[in-house]
């Protein structure tokens, strides 16, 4: 190469980066290695690799080359300095968390986030002693004040899930340093491509890769991605990267791993011990999902942007949050954090309340009636009768799942026919 320097761009590391034709094959795509375990060269070989003073592969437990591939792609999607492939996105929120926090532990989570997450926060992990403390996105300096010296980490999403809301990013991040906890940051709904969540200040990116970066609708997976940023050592605060680890004759993770100390922390203690790891196989999917990424993200994007702006016009919609639309609420922000585009999920309140949202979903047909988003097909839920059917109302209303609420992820359709479908769906008798 003419120019050693040359950093590729988005849409080449989308395509090559952790990838090489296979040593011994030449096979061009990345091989599913279908393998539980790995042959060691040699006794001292096997010694070497269990206690950390070489890389290599052991058990698909806690590495596999497929995998591996997914992990060096992503980081150098985000700008991070290594990843660590689970098997879901909430497996790589457990992992993250059981390696920052001990038993009465706190951390500090944005309340406009993914129903799932909010579940899990407040169910699971109250289980492992970890307690959530609720801050508003909309007013940050309730972050400030829900910090305690037992505040271990912060979580924000980007673009929350569903409500079309984006997390001011930098001012939370500076709240984070101040408080001297990492800022962990939900990329899922964004992407890399639209969002950039390290150069604003996060330390740790997680990321569903079952949604956009897979982004067919056939996998579930999970990343971790360590930004390299954080000094784990101060003040003895996360103990299971600056203690001595007794099962590894007692080295210290971040003395010896520097800036990808809390990825390898995941793996060899996380992803070990509890297990969730990613099948090869979905892997490979998700690889693949990902060449096309900055295609579709930005396909799903301008589909969104014109299907809200038809939307807010129609006579039988009251509202639509979606940060793209010009005088959304969230639109100076969506101009700053994600200025190619807003994404493909968005949120409708429509005027004949529950009895019309029921209509909707059942009078679509290109649209599929289901509880998930980042299809390349277009998806449609009310969560009113479906994931949150068990709230009261006053509960629906303040998860953002009133009566009134239908949630779209937006697919790489023709936009007419998606319009189309909305239309005859809004006004079928
Ligand atoms: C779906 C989702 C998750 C959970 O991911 P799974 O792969 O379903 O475990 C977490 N965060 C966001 C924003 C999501 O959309």
């Not at 795509?29 to 096997?46: E, G, L, M, N």
């Not at 169910?123 to 909309?138: C, E, R, T």
């Not at 899922?188 to 740790?204: Q, R, S």
């Not at 990343?223 to 050592?233: E, P, Q, R």
Request: proline share 5%; charged share 20%; hydrophobic share 40%.
């Amino acid at each position: 190469m003419a120019d050693a320097e040359r950093i590729p761009g988005f849409n080449t590391l989308a395509i090559h980066a952790g990838a090489k034709p296979d040593p011994t094959t030449g096979a061009r795509a990345t091989p599913i290695y279908q393998t539980t375990s790995f042959v060691f060269d040699d006794v001292d070989h096997a010694a070497s690799l269990f206690g950390l003073q070489a890389f290599g592969n052991i058990y698909t437990r806690i590495g596999n080359p497929t995998n591996a591939v997914l992990e060096e792609r992503v980081a150098a999607l985000e700008g991070g300095t290594a990843g660590l492939a689970v098997a879901s996105g909430h497996a790589a929120q457990v992992v993250v968390m059981q390696t920052l926090l001990m038993p009465g532990d706190e951390f500090v989570a944005s309340k406009k986030l993914y129903g799932g997450s909010i579940n899990q926060f407040n169910h699971a992990f109250k289980s492992f002693g970890w307690q959530v403390v609720w801050a508003d996105p909309d007013d940050i300096s309730s972050f400030e004040k829900a910090i305690t010296p037992k505040t271990k980490a912060i979580f924000i999403e980007s673009i929350a899930n569903p409500g079309g809301v984006i997390t001011d990013i930098e001012a939370v991040s500076k709240i984070a340093r101040k408080a001297g906890v990492p800022l962990i940051v939900d990329n899922t709904l964004a992407t890399p491509y639209l969002c950039k969540p390290f150069n604003y200040g996060a330390d740790i990116i997680v990321h569903s890769l079952t949604k956009f970066l897979g982004g067919h609708g056939n996998s579930i997976g999970g990343m971790i991605v360590d930004g390299g940023t954080f000094n784990w050592s101060r003040e003895g605060r996360y103990p299971m990267l600056s203690e001595p680890r007794p099962e590894y004759s007692g080295i210290v993770l971040h003395e010896t791993f520097g800036n990808f100390a809390f990825a390898i922390a995941c793996r060899v203690l996380g992803l070990r011990d509890l297990g969730p790891a990613l099948s090869p196989f979905n892997a490979f999917l998700i690889l693949t999902g990902i060449e096309t990424l900055p295609l579709r993200m930005q396909r799903h994007s301008d589909n969104a942007l014109a299907v809200a702006e038809w939307l807010s016009k129609r006579p039988e919609v009251a509202w639509v949050s979606y940060a793209g639309l010009p005088g959304d609420k969230y639109n100076a922000l969506a101009k700053k954090y994600t200025p190619k585009g807003s994404g493909a999920v968005m949120t409708v309140g429509l005027k004949g309340g529950y009895d019309a949202g029921v209509k909707l979903v059942s009078n679509v047909q290109l649209f599929s009636h289901l509880a998930n988003i980042g299809d390349t097909r277009s998806l449609i839920i009310h969560p009113a009768s479906t994931t949150h059917k068990q709230l009261s109302d006053a509960q629906k209303v303040q998860a953002g799942a009133g009566p009134d609420v239908v949630r779209l992820s937006i697919g790489l359709e023709d936009k007419e026919d998606i319009i189309a479908d909305l239309e005859q769906g809004l006004t079928a008798k």
